[in-house]
């Protein structure tokens, strides 16, 4: 299937892997020969560290928190992990962390005044950032995986996922639960992105000629 070969984020295979490992070059250059670095990663998961780590001693050098709306435990010392919400994180002091982190996460906390919030707390909290968000201008939606499914009009994207099972998304059950799902996602653009991290560089990450995401990184 299209959205496993091109999307999916277990294989090591897939172009969304890839593309992974590709950006994280940033990362690892904001890391340097530091050997220890704490990290708040906002949405993410073991896995995606475990297999950006594979065949290094990377997770050594490492201190991760993992901040989730649901638990998400690992058995991994260097790996915390914690129920929280990215726009709101008064439990963490300013500046706590040597680095902020968060891979395609910041689209889907709300309107773009929740992303602002959350923009916010990364700016506060880290010392430096890592925020990664896809491009709402790349021709394929990619949790829908369907060509310019963030352009159509709110009620044919609810209608589409009520009657088809669509990428990532399956189908569902009535009106109001597609609503909700469609509207759970609000992609970003470069100038989202500018307006959202103002002191950040602004990496774009191309595929096949076009941007399919962004990077906003501080130090």
Not at 23 to 28: A, G, K
Not at 79 to 87: A, H, S, Y
Request: no cysteine; net charge positive; hydrophobic share 40%.
């Amino acid at each position: 299937m299209l959205h496993k070969r091109f999307a999916d984020n277990t294989s090591s295979t897939s172009v969304a892997t890839r593309l992974r490992r590709q950006r994280f070059q940033i990362l690892l250059d904001m890391l340097g020969d530091a050997p220890q670095v704490t990290i708040l990663d906002i949405g993410g998961r073991p896995a995606y560290w475990e297999m950006m780590a594979e065949g290094t001693d990377l997770l050594d050098r490492l201190h991760i928190t993992l901040l989730n709306v649901e638990d998400n435990e690992s058995k991994h010392p260097n790996f915390t992990t914690l129920v929280g919400d990215g726009r709101a994180m008064p439990q963490f002091a300013d500046g706590q962390f040597d680095i902020v982190f968060s891979n395609s996460t910041i689209e889907h906390v709300g309107d773009f005044a929740d992303q602002q919030r959350m923009a916010s707390e990364v700016r506060r909290v880290g010392r430096r950032y890592y925020i990664q968000t896809p491009n709402r201008y790349f021709p394929i939606e990619p949790h829908f995986v369907f060509p310019f499914f963030q352009f159509l009009p709110l009620a044919t994207r609810a209608w589409l996922l009520q009657r088809f099972n669509l990428g990532w998304m399956p189908r569902q059950p009535n009106r109001e639960a597609a609503l909700r799902e469609v509207r759970s996602i609000r992609l970003l653009g470069k100038a989202d992105m500018r307006k959202l991290f103002p002191d950040a560089e602004i990496f774009a990450e191309r595929y096949m000629g076009m941007v399919k995401s962004f990077v906003a990184y501080k130090g």
